[in-house]
Each structure stands twice: as structure tokens, then as C-alpha cells.
């Protein structure tokens, strides 16, 4: 007999992503919609997750109390902001649940925090769940290490809609990250972020990024390898979000019987 479907609860219920995890988990099976937990304050509290996902009445109303959205749930699936998933995953780790988090912008503070989290519950963070983009970060690694830094300058492109409030993305640092394990080097030491004005010629064995932002571009990244006359482009387009809504409810299914921990979308996807 196959186990029962995991009971999830989604928070930030009403955002871009909350509501694609909504419509995802109404469309994958082995999984349930648990809850579905707002902000205080949210004019979305009360309100049906199902209609205002666009999937008609499912009978679960959107709270502003994570703690009792959490009694009897399996996991929970995180798309907010930095302070807000520290909060949820001390509640993860009370409850001794899966919590699978996609929030990006997250400084040393928070992940900290997510680690200590980590002992007692089963965390799956990542700054792209898409299969697509994981593998894109193995491939930088392996291009990264193959070319030398005294020849080959890497950068990172991205574009994202204009709503997004962090930059570089998420995925543009887990690409500088895995170009930088190519090099067995430390990404902080090497990169570069911003460039304006009378910045001198580039230093050799930097990782660049450059950020555009505009209109409703969901995500597009490009990991270029130049080399003296020739350019090695790497990338992908996210065209739906629900990519990373899949790969954020696949996490949590791989999650359910895993030890606490902490853990990324390598180990999920056999990739580490
Ligand atoms: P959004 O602004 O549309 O949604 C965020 C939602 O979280 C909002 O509805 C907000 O009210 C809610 N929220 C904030 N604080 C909360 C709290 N304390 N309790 C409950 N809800 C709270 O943003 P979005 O486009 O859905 O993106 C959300 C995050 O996910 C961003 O950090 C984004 O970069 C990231 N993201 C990650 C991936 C990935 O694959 N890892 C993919 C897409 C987006």
C-alpha cells in the first residue's frame, strides 16, 4: 500500500509562488494542501487558498497562525522573505517537520539560523529548486574547473521581472558558488558584484555578475566563460514558475524520510 499523501502547508500563500504551490499541489499526487499561512495584517486572511489560486474552492482558509497551521502538518513549503523563514523554521523544528525553503536574499544571520533549525528539522534550501538550473550549476562547476582562471573569465548574467527586491538572484549566486568550487576558490574572496565608473582593466580569476531587471521575466541566467576569441555560453530560461514549485514539493516528499539535517537540491535530485 503506497503512504499516506503528505499533509503541506504553504506560507506566503498569497504570493507568486505560494499561490503556483497551491495550483502544484492540487496537481501532483502523494501530497495534500495542510494550510495555507499569510502575514499578519494580509488583506488575503480568511480568504479560500483554492479560489484565490485560481483553482475554485478547496475549503482551506488562509491564516496568520503559523503555529496552528503547523499542528499535524509533514511539512512545510517556503517561498517569503529572510526574517519570516528563520521564524518558520523554528516552528519546523518544534514540530519536528520537513521544511523546504526557496526565500532568496538570505545573509549569514539567517542561514546561521536555518542551520540551528536544521538539528531538529529536515531542511531543503536552495536558491533554485528547478532540476534544470541544479544541473546548469553542475555543468558551471565542471566547465569552471576545466579552464584555466589565467585565461578564462567567468560572469554571470541575469534578468528577473521587476518586482524582485534582492540582487544578484538567488541562482546567480548558486552558479557563482558552483563556478567558484570549480576553481577551489571561496566566492567571497573573487567576486564582483557591481562596476561603475573608472574601474581599471578586469582582474584575472574574478567571478562577475551583472543583474537586469524589467517587466515579468520569471528568470533567465547565463554563465559566460570568456577566453581570448572564444565565448562558452551556459543557460536557462524559466518559462513557468511552476518548476520550482515541483522541485519545492518533490524536496519535501524526498524530505519526509530523511534524518534532520540540512540539506540542498543536489542531494534531492542525486546530483551532490
Ligand atoms: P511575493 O512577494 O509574490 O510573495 C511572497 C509572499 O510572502 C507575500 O504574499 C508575502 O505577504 C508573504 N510573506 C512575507 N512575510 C510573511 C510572513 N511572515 N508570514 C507569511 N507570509 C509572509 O514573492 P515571490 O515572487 O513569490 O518570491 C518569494 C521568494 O521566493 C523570493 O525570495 C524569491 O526570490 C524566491 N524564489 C525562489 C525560487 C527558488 O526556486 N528558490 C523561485 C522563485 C522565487
Known sequence: MSAPDMKLVVVGAAGRMGQTLIRTIAAMPGVTLHAAVERE???????????????????????????EAFVD????????????????????AQARIVHVIGTTGCGAEHEAAFKAAARHARIVKSGNMSLGVNLLGVLTEQAARALSPDAW????????HRHKVDAPSGTA????????KGRCIALADHSVRVRDGHTGPREAG??????????S?????????????????????????????????????????????FYSMLDVLGLA
Open 153 to 160: 573569465d567567468i560572469e554571470i548574467v541575469e534578468m528577473h
Open 41 to 67: 495584517g494580509s488583506p488575503f486572511i480568511g480568504k479560500d487558498a483554492g479560489a484565490l489560486a485560481g483553482l475554485g474552492e478547496n475549503g482551506v482558509a488562509i491564516t496568520d497562525r503559523p503555529l
Open 206 to 215: 574574478t567571478i562577475g555578475f551583472a543583474t537586469l531587471r524589467g517587466g
Open 217 to 261: 521575466v520569471i528568470g533567465e541566467h547565463s554563465v559566460l566563460l570568456a577566453g581570448e576569441g572564444e565565448i562558452v555560453t551556459l543557460s536557462h530560461s524559466a518559462t513557468d514558475r511552476s518548476i520550482f514549485a515541483r522541485g519545492a514539493v518533490t524536496a519535501a516528499l524526498w524530505a519526509r524520510g530523511a534524518k534532520p539535517g
Open 173 to 180: 549566486l548558486l552558479l557563482g558558488e558552483a563556478a567558484a
Open 73 to 92: 502538518a509533514e511539512g512545510v513549503l517556503d517561498f517569503t522573505a529572510p526574517a519570516a523563514s528563520v521564524a518558520f523554521s523554528e516552528l519546523a
